[in-house]
């Protein structure tokens, strides 16, 4: 079965600092990894994916997420945080075939920037 | 959020009470999902439908029943909720699988006491 682990609950950033938020996955086959936001009461919202192609993937509000195959992980970053920034975030990933097709998430990291 | 619409936002239900959450998309996405969010958990799927009258099971389905008999709802009912299932509810909509991502709603927040 597919899974993803984020193995950091919280980070926390100074404002105008870079930040990462690390994601390892376990996937039969080549992966699909997407990267969500989440902010307070609402709903998640996309990122950015990683379908092929380039590891380096650029999103929305300027995060960028490197795919490393050898490492399985895709790791979230920004070069300059913003206190707007400060949300939860969840990776997720999907396989090819079947029931692996489904995204699976990762439990989340709560970022907070601080001013 | 725009498109895909859970209603109500909140609920406060007793144990043993049947309630169903809805879930309503504008896109026609052929692919309805329905994840449960809890500290410590993430999302985990509870089910999800590939098309109308297409349903399946995901991670967590035990006491929850779905229904799809138009492509763009997809209600969620609990037949004798339970405390354990306290917990946000968010509903997300696809064009597909595999390299599509999902959309979601804003979520509903249940509470059974």
């Known amino acids: 079965a597919q899974s993803v682990a984020q193995p950091e609950d919280q980070v926390n950033v100074a404002e105008g600092n870079p930040l990462t938020v690390k994601c390892t996955y376990s996937v039969s086959g080549n992966p699909y990894l997407f990267w969500y936001v989440q902010y307070p009461n609402r709903g998640l919202q996309f990122l950015l994916k990683y379908i092929t192609g380039d590891n380096l993937v650029k999103g929305s509000y300027g995060f960028e997420a490197e795919f490393n195959k050898s490492q399985t992980s895709f790791h979230l970053k920004k070069p300059s945080a913003l206190v707007s920034d400060s949300a939860l975030y969840f990776c997720a990933v999907s396989g090819v075939s079947g029931s692996a097709r489904q995204l699976t998430f990762g439990s989340g990291t709560q970022l907070t920037v601080l001013p | 959020d725009a498109g895909i619409t859970q209603s109500p936002r909140y609920k406060i239900t007793e144990t043993g009470r049947q309630v169903t959450l809805m879930c309503h998309q504008t896109?026609?996405?052929?692919?309805m999902f329905w994840y449960r969010q809890d500290l410590g958990h993430g999302l985990r799927l509870i089910y999800y439908?590939?098309?109308?009258?297409?349903?399946d099971k995901g991670e967590v389905p035990d006491g929850y029943v779905v229904s799809r008999s138009k492509t763009e709802n997809f209600p969620l009912t609990l037949e004798s909720a339970t405390r354990s299932q306290t917990s946000v509810y968010f509903c997300?909509?696809?064009?597909?699988?595999?390299?599509?991502?999902?959309?979601f709603g804003s979520g509903t927040r249940l509470t059974v006491v």
């Open positions: 997300a909509s696809s064009e597909g699988t595999g390299s599509f991502g999902y959309t």
């Open positions: 439908s590939a098309a109308a009258d297409i349903t």
């Open positions: 896109w026609s996405h052929s692919y």
